[in-house]
């Protein structure tokens, strides 16, 4: 087993900032980050043709991460408008 030499507390910060101003941002973020899903998805469509495997599954993984990160953004944005306790009932 082993020794905690530094026991000391992390502490937390409670306060959350919120860098997105408006739902109309979120939106915009939204819209960005399918843009990206959609270039990176042309990418790995035009490395599957050259035969190059390892670039079309880079490409096809980063397009799964910008449409993940674009859903999100729709989400928050829908959020941000309707309250969260809205969403839920």
Known sequence: MSEHKNDEVLEIDTE??????SPSESHRMAAYHFKQAYLQHELAASAYESGDQ?????HAFIAYRHQL????????AVMEVQ???????
């Open 83 to 89: 309250g969260i306790d809205e969403i839920e009932e």
């Open 16 to 21: 959350f900032t919120d860098d997105l101003e």
């Open 69 to 76: 990160n674009a859903v999100q953004f729709a989400e928050i």
């Open 54 to 58: 390892n670039a079309t599954d880079m």
